[in-house]
């Protein structure tokens, strides 16, 4: 047998094969020239991608065209150095954590600009009652490439609105040629990635007298004839499916792309599911030789149905099932409505069974609530821009782009009179209207001029922006029936609910680019954006962002010629850039003073309710890098590095002021507080081996970043629940108590003191003690409180990923590795799964203490009923549960298979295949709860675990 292989070695690869790599020169070639002449979007316009003098990372639609996600979001998680996308919740709908070189602010927005065909679209949650990711309305089927901006001299055109990054995207347009027609279709099951390991009802029972007969009280945990899995019974296996059918071609001097999608996806979580309809058409058409038209429409509808996520709602769904008493059913044929429900008096509460009280906190049956209750949110949206340019010499052209993304969000709520949130009010049903438009006009003047080596492409814009946003929500409670729950109806509720809001707010903007390159060898690039935004004061709200690039091609240079064999390309970039954050909290006229409406005895009145400040403005950052573009062996090997400093002044933060003023919450809000980011970044793209049966290409991405806080107001730290900001730290890192062990001589807990003595919570008497380990069983010296300290930085310090995709004859197969490490997170679940109130626990709290002849394992301590303040710690982040955040996640495995033309032919089809798919396939960390992405500021709080996805599908192309 004959092979001819062609292997490229990077680090423990090897050359082998050389006929085949002589053999293959001649099409490395066309690639090489192909490569270099690749034209990248760069906002206002496309560059070449040998002239790009900033950190820009392309990532193209081909690239991602076989992955079944709902939203491209997700496709992007990896892709690109620096970019952290990240799903902290299992909840359909959720929007992302999106972040682009760190995190930038103190309380503002760190979301990304995102730029549709042209147009910034609205980011986050569009609103309602479930959650609502305004990225999932771009359909991933309809998207070319994605261009991620994110140094200074590339995001400084986008001014105000680019302080955390730009991701430019651009979607699929027709091309000369007869029509192609495709259809692409996924089905698939979602399954709960990781179940907590609950007590089942044996232990149970035991660990709850226990509870109880350690503090003197009677046992409360009786009768084994159930041993009920709460969590099945709220999680579930989930369907989900997805359909696309899109067309495209040219006729004469035209050419369009229409798409039409549907999704329909079940939550791994009852009442959770979402359905999306979209469709859109790309049409361009010259005019005569020198006027071009154009239109991008893209209408989506969607429709989710969600439910109460919050972290210590008594009916949120995970903070309920962990918590629920495995010796007691969920439905009871006798009961309310055939649930396991008792009725206390004008309460209900889950039904107790044999036990001798109900459940702690009087919890609802939580699987009534996911069955009865409503959080519909059904959102109309459309993104479209229609454009018109004029050559009006082969140098100079002028385009005007309109553009709309206008969303309607109509919700309804609706809680249960007879169990869960609506017991106290009786019922409750409401209806809310969400409006949000925004219009956008761009004016671009394009010269593009050429002479004795020297370019020029000279960009001026004109661009303004408009957006609206208004809502009324009307509805009641003490409702007639409940019946009534599809709908706000009159005269159904006795207590009326209503409220209403507007809000707007404009910029215009002014920018001028210059980019220059002499000889394909010196680049050079300068940019000037003036922006006048209405969110600020008419003194403040104008400010002036430049940047500017350069960039040497080496490669390009006489003297390298000798290298070119081994070295096709290599070039030396650096970049300074300065832009802003316009997003700061405070809403649209922060600079104004707020009053609210107040009584004042039977007087209606208004009251002082926020102080204004004329001269907050946006946050700015200024943003230094350089970098390296590197390419080997005819461009088979690709390597970029950058080093990149963020510095993030003006950040909008509460000042302090003396309650003797009358500010309300005796704060402000004002421009003061600094934080750097800095960093390095690397990618690898490599075709590693490549014959006509057989390719494989492995590429990855390295980030190493560092978070510092450097200013504050007054330099006074800033301390919430579980984290601190504290100047010289990371934002958000975690303070709280450090804990020691358990004192094996009585079971109580043991914590560190700043001087680092030690300190015992005395379960007998509610006190802290001193703990002498000579003399473990004395509890009669009195001591403080264990101080608080800081416990770790909550953000990771590296993350990256591999992606290896592979093919062999018909075969193709691809995974994607991401990873991620060196943060902390406090696990509030696991902390609450030790509780020492009357419900269920986790496993780990068979490990307590129970006598000297029995420690357990150390770490436990004794149990104490309705303890669990001196037995798990106080209300803070406590080092007995803060873990390692470290983790690799195989996140995406698929196999597929190509069927030969030769085979589909005689069916009239130009290609077909068929694929499997795992997604969120395998996790590998030490971390102990549902994942460590599950995180919000280092905080694992009851979040809807996330789902593994398999699914099948085909690609069928006519």
Same mark, same amino acid.
């Given at each position: 047998?004959?092979?001819?292989?062609?292997?490229?070695?990077?680090?423990?690869?090897?050359?082998?094969?050389?006929?085949?790599?002589?053999?293959?020169?001649?099409?490395?070639?066309?690639?090489?020239?192909?490569?270099?002449?690749?034209?990248?979007?760069?906002?206002?316009?496309?560059?070449?991608?040998?002239?790009?003098?900033?950190?820009?990372?392309?990532?193209?639609?081909?690239?991602?065209?076989?992955?079944?996600?709902?939203?491209?979001?997700?496709?992007?998680?990896?892709?690109?150095?620096?970019?952290?996308?990240?799903?902290?919740?299992?909840?359909?709908?959720?929007?992302?954590?999106?972040?682009?070189?760190?995190?930038?602010?103190?309380?503002?927005?760190?979301?990304?600009?995102?730029?549709?065909?042209?147009?910034?679209?609205?980011?986050?949650?569009?609103?309602?009652?479930?959650?609502?990711?305004?990225?999932?309305?771009?359909?991933?089927?309809?998207?070319?490439?994605?261009?991620?901006?994110?140094?200074?001299?590339?995001?400084?055109?986008?001014?105000?609105?680019?302080?955390?990054?730009?991701?430019?995207?651009?979607?699929?347009?027709?091309?000369?040629?007869?029509?192609?027609?495709?259809?692409?279709?996924?089905?698939?099951?979602?399954?709960?990635?990781?179940?907590?390991?609950?007590?089942?009802?044996?232990?149970?029972?035991?660990?709850?007298?226990?509870?109880?007969?350690?503090?003197?009280?009677?046992?409360?945990?009786?009768?084994?004839?159930?041993?009920?899995?709460?969590?099945?019974?709220?999680?579930?296996?989930?369907?989900?499916?997805?359909?696309?059918?899109?067309?495209?071609?040219?006729?004469?001097?035209?050419?369009?792309?229409?798409?039409?999608?549907?999704?329909?996806?079940?939550?791994?979580?009852?009442?959770?599911?979402?359905?999306?309809?979209?469709?859109?058409?790309?049409?361009?058409?010259?005019?005569?030789?020198?006027?071009?038209?154009?239109?991008?429409?893209?209408?989506?509808?969607?429709?989710?149905?969600?439910?109460?996520?919050?972290?210590?709602?008594?009916?949120?769904?995970?903070?309920?099932?962990?918590?629920?008493?495995?010796?007691?059913?969920?439905?009871?044929?006798?009961?309310?409505?055939?649930?396991?429900?008792?009725?206390?008096?004008?309460?209900?509460?889950?039904?107790?069974?044999?036990?001798?009280?109900?459940?702690?906190?009087?919890?609802?049956?939580?699987? #009534? @609530? $996911?069955?009865?209750?409503?959080?519909?949110?059904? *959102?109309? /949206?459309?993104?479209?821009? &229609?454009? !018109?340019?004029?050559?009006?010499?082969?140098?100079?052209?002028?385009?005007?782009?309109?553009?709309?993304?206008?969303?309607?969000?109509?919700?309804?709520?609706?809680?249960?009179?007879?169990?869960?949130?609506?017991?106290?009010?009786?019922?409750?049903?409401?209806?809310?209207?969400?409006?949000?438009?925004?219009?956008?006009?761009?004016?671009?003047?394009?010269?593009?001029?050429?002479?004795?080596?020297?370019? #020029? @492409? $000279?960009?001026?814009?004109?661009?303004?922006?408009? *957006?609206? /946003?208004?809502?009324?929500? &009307?509805? !009641?409670?003490?409702?007639?029936?409940?019946?009534?729950?599809?709908?706000?109806?009159?005269?159904?509720?006795?207590?009326?609910?209503?409220?209403?809001?507007?809000?707007?707010?404009?910029?215009?903007?002014?920018?001028?680019?210059?980019?220059?390159?002499?000889?394909?060898?010196?680049?050079?690039?300068?940019?000037?954006?003036?922006?006048?935004?209405?969110?600020?004061?008419?003194?403040?709200?104008?400010?002036?962002?430049?940047?500017?690039?350069?960039?040497?091609?080496?490669?390009?240079?006489?003297?390298?010629? &000798?290298?070119?064999?081994?070295?096709?390309?290599?070039?030396?970039?650096?970049?300074?850039?300065?832009?802003?954050?316009?997003?700061?909290?405070?809403?649209?006229?922060?600079?104004?003073?707020?009053?609210?409406?107040?009584?004042?005895?039977?007087?209606?009145?208004?009251?002082?309710?926020?102080?204004?400040?004329?001269?907050?403005?946006?946050?700015?950052?200024?943003?230094?890098?350089?970098?390296?573009?590197?390419?080997?062996?005819?461009?088979?090997?690709?390597?970029?590095?950058?080093?990149?400093?963020?510095?993030?002044?003006?950040?909008?933060?509460?000042?302090?002021?003396?309650?003797?003023?009358?500010?309300?919450?005796?704060?402000?809000?004002?421009?003061?507080?600094?934080?750097?980011?800095?960093?390095?970044?690397?990618?690898?793209?490599?075709?590693?081996?490549?014959?006509?049966?057989?390719?494989?290409?492995?590429?990855?991405?390295?980030?190493?970043?560092?978070?510092?806080?450097?200013?504050?107001?007054?330099?006074?730290?800033?301390?919430?629940?579980?984290?601190?900001?504290?100047?010289?730290?990371?934002?958000?890192?975690?303070?709280?108590?450090?804990?020691?062990?358990?004192?094996?001589?009585?079971?109580?807990?043991?914590?560190?003191?700043?001087?680092?003595?030690?300190?015992?919570?005395?379960?007998?008497?509610?006190?802290?003690?001193?703990?002498?380990?000579?003399?473990?069983?004395?509890?009669?010296?009195?001591?403080?409180?264990?101080?608080?300290?800081?416990?770790?930085?909550?953000?990771?310090?590296?993350?990256?990923?591999?992606?290896?995709?592979?093919?062999?004859?018909?075969?193709?197969?691809?995974?994607?590795?991401?990873?991620?490490?060196?943060?902390?997170?406090?696990?509030?679940?696991?902390?609450?799964?030790?509780?020492?109130?009357?419900?269920?626990?986790?496993?780990?709290?068979?490990?307590?203490?129970?006598?000297?002849?029995?420690?357990?394992?150390?770490?436990?301590?004794?149990?104490?009923?309705?303890?669990?303040?001196?037995?798990?710690?106080?209300?803070?982040?406590?080092?007995?549960?803060?873990?390692?955040?470290?983790?690799?996640?195989?996140?995406?495995?698929?196999?597929?298979?190509?069927?030969?033309?030769?085979?589909?032919?005689?069916?009239?089809?130009?290609?077909?295949?068929?694929?499997?798919?795992?997604?969120?396939?395998?996790?590998?960390?030490?971390?102990?709860?549902?994942?460590?992405?599950?995180?919000?500021?280092?905080?694992?709080?009851?979040?809807?675990?996330?789902?593994?996805?398999?699914?099948?599908?085909?690609?069928?192309?006519?």
């Amino acid at each position: 047998m004959n092979v001819n292989l062609k292997v490229l070695g990077v680090g423990a690869l090897f050359f082998i094969g050389g006929t085949a790599m002589l053999t293959a020169q001649k099409r490395d070639t066309a690639t090489k020239t192909r490569d270099i002449d690749e034209v990248v979007v760069v906002g206002y316009g496309t560059q070449k991608k040998s002239e790009v003098t900033g950190a820009i990372t392309q990532v193209k639609g081909d690239d991602l065209k076989n992955l079944v996600t709902p939203s491209f979001d997700q496709q992007l998680s990896g892709r690109a150095s620096g970019v952290q996308v990240t799903q902290n919740s299992g909840l359909l709908g959720q929007a992302p954590r999106f972040r682009i070189r760190g995190v930038n602010s103190i309380n503002s927005s760190t979301y990304p600009l995102v730029v549709v065909d042209g147009l910034p679209i609205n980011t986050g949650d569009l609103g309602g009652y479930a959650a609502n990711n305004a990225l999932a309305d771009i359909n991933p089927n309809d998207i070319e490439s994605m261009e991620v901006l994110k140094d200074g001299a590339a995001t400084a055109i986008y001014g105000s609105r680019a302080a955390n990054g730009v991701v430019l995207i651009t979607t699929k347009k027709g091309k000369q040629g007869r029509t192609t027609f495709n259809y692409n279709t996924y089905l698939g099951v979602a399954e709960t990635a990781k179940y907590f390991d609950l007590l089942k009802t044996a232990d149970f029972i035991t660990i709850n007298n226990e509870k109880r007969t350690n503090r003197g009280q009677a046992a409360v945990a009786f009768g084994d004839a159930y041993d009920t899995n709460w969590q099945k019974a709220v999680l579930r296996s989930a369907a989900q499916m997805d359909h696309n059918f899109n067309f495209s071609g040219g006729l004469g001097k035209g050419s369009y792309y229409a798409s039409f999608g549907y999704t329909k996806q079940e939550g791994i979580i009852r009442a959770n599911d979402l359905e999306r309809f979209s469709a859109r058409l790309n049409a361009d058409q010259k005019v005569g030789e020198r006027f071009k038209v154009g239109l991008n429409l893209g209408v989506t509808r969607t429709i989710t149905n969600g439910l109460n996520v919050g972290e210590s709602s008594l009916s949120g769904a995970m903070f309920n099932v962990i918590r629920q008493l495995p010796n007691t059913p969920v439905f009871d044929p006798s009961g309310p409505y055939g649930y396991n429900i008792d009725v206390v008096g004008s309460n209900t509460i889950v039904g107790r069974a044999e036990n001798a009280e109900h459940i702690a906190n009087n919890l609802p049956n939580i699987r #009534f @609530v $996911l069955d009865n209750n409503i959080y519909r949110s059904a *959102t109309s /949206r459309i993104i479209g821009s &229609g454009y !018109g340019e004029y050559k009006f010499f082969d140098w100079l052209s002028l385009r005007s782009q309109v553009s709309v993304d206008r969303n309607e969000t109509l919700g309804l709520l609706f809680w249960h009179p007879f169990h869960g949130d609506g017991v106290s009010t009786n019922g409750r049903v409401q209806n809310n209207t969400d409006i949000s438009q925004t219009y956008n006009w761009q004016n671009v003047l394009t010269v593009n001029k050429s002479f004795g080596g020297h370019n #020029f @492409v $000279l960009t001026g814009v004109n661009e303004y922006q408009q *957006t609206d /946003r208004n809502g009324f929500m &009307g509805g !009641g409670t003490n409702l007639a029936d409940a019946f009534f729950k599809s709908n706000v109806f009159t005269g159904t509720y006795s207590t009326p609910l209503s409220f209403g809001y507007r809000t707007a707010n404009s910029i215009v903007s002014y920018l001028g680019r210059l980019n220059y390159d002499f000889g394909k060898r010196y680049f050079i690039s300068a940019s000037l954006r003036k922006d006048i935004m209405s969110k600020f004061a008419p003194e403040v709200r104008s400010e002036v962002f430049p940047g500017v690039s350069a960039g040497w091609t080496v490669s390009n240079e006489n003297f390298f010629e &000798g290298a070119k064999s081994v070295v096709s390309d290599f070039k030396l970039r650096g970049s300074w850039g300065r832009t802003g954050n316009f997003n700061v909290f405070g809403g649209d006229f922060p600079y104004y003073g707020a009053f609210s409406p107040r009584k004042y005895g039977d007087y209606n009145g208004l009251a002082f309710a926020r102080m204004g400040n004329p001269l907050l403005t946006w946050e700015v950052l200024e943003k230094s890098n350089v970098g390296l573009d590197l390419s080997l062996l005819r461009n088979r090997i690709k390597f970029t590095v950058d080093y990149y400093i963020n510095d993030a002044n003006r950040l909008v933060d509460r000042v302090q002021t003396p309650a003797s003023l009358g500010v309300p919450d005796n704060r402000y809000i004002s421009n003061i507080g600094n934080i750097r980011n800095r960093g390095w970044e690397f990618s690898l793209d490599s075709e590693v081996v490549r014959t006509d049966n057989f390719s494989l290409n492995i590429s990855a991405n390295l980030t190493l970043n560092n978070n510092e806080v450097l200013e504050l107001a007054n330099g006074a730290d800033q301390i919430s629940t579980y984290n601190i900001i504290r100047e010289g730290l990371p934002i958000n890192s975690l303070y709280g108590v450090r804990y020691w062990g358990v004192n094996m001589a009585n079971g109580n807990p043991v914590y560190y003191k700043n001087d680092g003595t030690l300190v015992q919570a005395n379960l007998a008497t509610n006190r802290y003690v001193v703990y002498d380990p000579a003399n473990p069983s004395n509890v009669t010296q009195a001591a403080t409180a264990p101080d608080l300290t800081v416990l770790g930085n909550t953000l990771p310090t590296y993350f990256g990923a591999f992606n290896v995709n592979m093919k062999y004859k018909g075969f193709d197969f691809g995974t994607l590795i991401r990873f991620s490490g060196g943060n902390k997170i406090m696990n509030v679940t696991r902390k609450e799964m030790l509780s020492q109130n009357f419900n269920n626990n986790s496993a780990e709290i068979l490990g307590r203490w129970q006598s000297v002849d029995n420690p357990g394992d150390g770490w436990t301590p004794r149990l104490w009923a309705a303890g669990d303040p001196i037995v798990n710690g106080p209300t803070v982040a406590n080092s007995r549960f803060v873990e390692k955040g470290d983790f690799v996640k195989f996140d995406n495995i698929t196999l597929g298979y190509n069927f030969s033309k030769d085979t589909i032919s005689a069916i009239g089809l130009k290609s077909l295949r068929v694929f499997a798919q795992a997604q969120n396939a395998i996790i590998i960390t030490k971390y102990t709860g549902a994942d460590p992405e599950l995180e919000i500021a280092g905080v694992d709080y009851n979040v809807v675990p996330r789902s593994r996805v398999f699914s099948v599908g085909l690609n069928v192309g006519f």
